[in-house]
């Protein structure tokens, strides 16, 4: 009697561990697909970026929205100057990345950095101009503040 017991309970196990993998293995296969397909894009795409309008020399991420009503451009015969305020849900400290990153691909000299807790200032240098990058985090979102003019006596 223990001895058919033993058996039934083996044959329950082997049955249900058999009902069990059946259904995870089909459906694990296509949510894996679909898991890996967007990682594995992710990782390979180049960070999306756009340019300032004005100044097709400073790049920036593509998830900040320009705040016009904040920002202006002074341009007269052979200077262009402003301020531009960008806004998004993006980490301070990746932004400051970003831009130790892409600004040297433009031709600009990195020149310092400063950081305090969620606020960084990251000054470039070009021949004719220079860039001051403040980035701001905030509770709501992240300020980013480019300021671009000549440089004394060039």
């Not at 293995?25 to 679909?34: D, F, R, T």
């Not at 929205?65 to 920002?71: G, I, L, M």
């Amino acid at each position: 009697m223990l001895h058919r017991l033993l058996i039934l309970l083996c044959l329950f196990s082997f049955s249900a561990c058999g009902l069990i993998h059946k259904p995870e293995a089909g459906n694990k296969a296509p949510q894996s697909k679909a898991a890996k397909q967007p990682q594995s894009s992710n990782k390979n795409a180049a960070p999306v970026i756009v340019m300032v309008p004005e100044f097709d020399d400073i790049p920036v991420p593509a998830k900040l929205s320009r705040d016009a009503d904040r920002s202006f451009v002074y341009e007269a015969p052979g200077v262009t100057m402003g301020v531009i305020i960008y806004t998004g849900y993006v980490k301070g400290d990746s932004l400051a990345k970003f831009f130790r990153n892409e600004m040297p691909k433009y031709e600009w000299q990195f020149l310092n950095a400063f950081s305090e807790g969620d606020k960084y200032l990251i000054s470039f240098i070009k021949s004719d101009k220079s860039c001051m990058i403040s980035v701001e985090e905030s509770t709501l979102s992240t300020r980013v503040t480019i300021k671009v003019g000549p440089t004394q006596g060039r």
